[in-house]
């Protein structure tokens, strides 16, 4: 599952969804994710770049991920399914 | 009439209160201005001196006062052909639901000295009337909440009964109160039917998400434009002090279902509460332009223009974009005006 087509966001981790007029606030890090998600990259490939730009282990990075999917699924901000791993 | 000429166009803008409660006039004044440029002269129709839109300079050229609509329809007409004499009115766009009734009655003869109007029908007025509003939402498919009339302190029991608490309470033509127990559903009943007269309503109470559309109706079953907008900040009297645009299918559809369901002829606005498992909620239909309407403007749809082309004869093709995420922040400011200016308008009816 991806992140809704519509969904807006901005270089400094601003996030509006224009179909229920919800807006949020994400860190530097959400903003840097949210752009990979909008650009299409799967699950795995956003995964391999955090671990190669940043200092964290595979399974603390699986752990947050596991949250941060969690996250956008109460915000409304993904697709109906789960968020394509491959 | 051609798009240069509405430039010169004489309008008259009733719903000047623009305050804590504030009518449209003020908002629509102001689309118009946006969409007709400097040529268009204004003519503020007011009720009561300290209608914060009479002295707004920038915004209304003259402000006459008119009778309240208590006063019927031959005071009304007697007035407009007073202020018609002086100002040759060739529109006149009323803000406030408790006067459409003597407008659209009057409709023919204004339109007979000069002065167009673009209304919905004395049926389709009732028709979406707080009172009517649950039948009308049964018989056409709509998810209206269960509702209670009240002509009497007595009646609140039976109310409570049957919808539960919270409940709102409503007035006839504006205000509602949340009651979270019977002793204010009956205090709230008693300063509505004092103020607004009866029926009070009482309306099961339905959480969720507040969502207002603003739309206009061309009268043959279809809208010209539609804009939906959620409710960011609210005041306690439960209006939208912030609001922000949003695209959603469903709510497009739900006006034009409304459209077709009654032939809807000028701007309304649908109140709506989008509850937990997604279904929206009709919880009441205003028969005119809400007070936010610029928002409908700035976001690529002037409403209240479309509305004076509409009422020329032209045939406009329906808008089918416009921005999301376009927000309105209310704010208050105090104006500052001569003691003189309030005094004309108290004394004389003329500022």
């Given at each position: ?6 969904i ?7 996030i509006?969804?224009?179909a ?5 606030s994400?860190?530097a ?22 671990l ?21 699924k ?6 109906a ?6 | 009439m051609t798009?240069?000429?509405y ?10 209160n ?10 629509v ?6 969409g ?12 009561e001196?300290?209608e914060?839109?009479?002295y ?13 609509p ?7 007409f007697?007035?407009?052909t007073?202020?018609?004499d ?22 023919p003869?204004l ?5 167009r109007?673009?209304?919905p ?15 009308f939402g049964?018989k056409?498919?709509f ?21 539960g608490?919270p ?12 009651a ?11 300063q ?8 009070v309503?009482a309306?099961?109470?339905i959480k969720?998400?507040e ?5 206009l ?8 434009s539609?804009?939906?907008m ?8 439960g ?13 497009i559809?739900?006006a ?5 369901a009654?032939?809807w002829r000028?701007?309304?606005e649908?109140?709506i509460?989008r509850?937990a ?7 009441e239909?205003n ?11 700035a976001?690529?749809q ?5 509305l004076?082309?509409m009422a ?7 808008f089918?974009e ?7 922040i209310?704010?208050?400011?105090d104006?500052?005006v001569d ?11 003329e500022?």
């Amino acid at each position: 599952m991806k992140l809704k087509k519509n969904i807006a966001t901005s270089e400094n981790g601003f996030i509006f969804n224009p179909a229920t007029g919800d807006s949020f606030s994400g860190n530097a890090m959400a903003s840097e994710i949210l752009l990979a998600m909008k650009n299409g990259d799967t699950e795995a490939q956003i995964k391999q770049q955090l671990l190669q730009k940043y200092e964290v282990s595979a399974t603390q990075l699986n752990r947050d991920w596991e949250d941060w999917i969690v996250q956008l699924k109460e915000a409304n901000l993904l697709e109906a399914a789960i968020y394509d791993s491959k | 009439m051609t798009a240069n000429n509405y430039s010169g166009l004489c309008i008259g803008v009733t719903g000047l209160n623009a305050n804590d409660n504030p009518g449209p006039g003020v908002a629509v004044i102001r689309a118009l201005k946006e969409g007709l440029g400097t040529g268009l002269r204004i003519i503020g129709l007011s009720y009561e001196s300290l209608e914060p839109g009479i002295y707004m300079r920038d915004m209304v050229d003259k402000t006459y006062s008119i009778p309240y609509p208590t006063e019927g329809t031959a005071a009304l007409f007697e007035r407009l052909t007073y202020i018609n004499d002086k100002e040759q009115l060739n529109f006149i766009i009323p803000n406030f639901d408790a006067e459409l009734h003597n407008f659209i009655k009057l409709a023919p003869q204004l339109q007979q000295i000069g002065i167009r109007t673009f209304l919905p029908s004395i049926e389709q007025l009732m028709i979406r009337d707080k009172v009517n509003l649950y039948d009308f939402g049964q018989k056409n498919g709509f998810h209206v909440p269960a509702d209670h009339k009240l002509y009497a302190a007595g009646d609140v029991q039976k109310a409570t009964e049957e919808l539960g608490f919270p409940l709102v309470v409503k007035g006839k033509f504006y205000e509602a109160y949340i009651a979270h127990n019977k002793e204010a559903a009956i205090k709230a009943f008693n300063q509505l039917a004092t103020t607004w007269g009866y029926p009070v309503i009482a309306q099961q109470y339905i959480k969720g998400t507040e969502i207002n559309i603003a739309a206009l109706g061309d009268g043959d079953g279809n809208n010209i434009s539609i804009v939906p907008m959620r409710k960011l900040y609210i005041t306690d009297k439960g209006k939208a002090w912030a609001g922000v645009t949003i695209e959603d299918a469903a709510l497009i559809a739900l006006a034009d279902q409304f459209a077709k369901a009654t032939k809807w002829r000028g701007g309304y606005e649908l109140e709506i509460m989008r509850d937990a498992d997604d279904k929206l909620f009709i919880l009441e239909i205003n028969p005119r332009f809400p007070a936010w309407i610029y928002l409908t403007a700035a976001a690529g749809q002037n409403q209240p223009l479309a509305l004076v082309k509409m009422a020329f004869g032209e045939k406009l093709t329906r808008f089918e974009e416009y921005q999301a995420g376009k927000l309105f922040i209310r704010h208050s400011w105090d104006q500052v005006v001569d003691i003189a200016d309030f005094q004309r308008i108290s004394a004389l009816g003329e500022l």
